[in-house]
C-alpha cells in the first residue's frame, strides 16, 4: 500500500500517543514509588521496543516497489516524537498539578537549595519563581519534552530507522502474475 500523508501523520499520531501515555504512567509509577535507577533503565528499553515497533510497523505497511527507506523511517520517528511530547507534557501537567504536587515542589526546593549560596536573594527569588511556574504549566511543559523527545527520539531513531528501514524493490510489481500474464487471485 502506499504510505499517503494522511497514513503517514495517523501512524505517527497513534505511536506518539501510546508512547506518550506509556511514558507518563511510568513516570507517574516512578516518583509516587520513589523507585530508583532500575525503574528509568526499563522506560528506556520499553521507549526504544515502541519506537522500533512502530516504525516497523508502518515500514511493513508500505508498497514493496515504493518501501520505506532510512530517511522516511528517521522522519516517522521525529513525527511521533511531536506527538510524544505534546501527549507527555499535557500529562505531566496534570501529573504535577493534581497528583504530585507536593513531590514536584520538594524537589523544586532540593534543587534551589544548592543554588541557594550561589545568587543573591533577588535573583535566586527570581529563579525560583519562573521554576516553580514552569513545573505546573502545561505550556512550557509542552515545549520542554517536545524538544527533549526530538532530541532522545532522534538519537534512538538513528538506529531503530537502520533496524526498521524496508528499501525499495524495483522488481516487486512482477511478482503480481502468473506465466500466462494473468493476475493471481
Known sequence: ME???????????????????????????????ALGGWMSILSLVLFILLTYGFTRRIAGMADARE???YGRCMGFVLAMMLFTGVIFGFASALINNFLIKEAVT???????????????????????DALYSAMFNPLVLVICYVIGYFIQ?????????AMAQRQPDPLAGNDDRDDNGTGHE
Open 3 to 33: 504510505i499517503t500523508k494522511k497514513i503517514f501523520w495517523t501512524e505517527a499520531m497513534k505511536g506518539g500517543t501510546v508512547m506518550g501515555l506509556v511514558a507518563a504512567a511510568l513516570q507517574l509509577t516512578r516518583v509516587s514509588l
Open 67 to 69: 518501501g520505506f527507506p
Open 106 to 128: 520538594e524537589a523544586i526546593d532540593l534543587q534551589m537549595a544548592t543554588m541557594q549560596d550561589l545568587l543573591p536573594q533577588a535573583q535566586f527569588d527570581m529563579v525560583y
Open 153 to 161: 527520539g532522534g538519537i534512538i531513531g538513528l538506529f531503530t530507522s
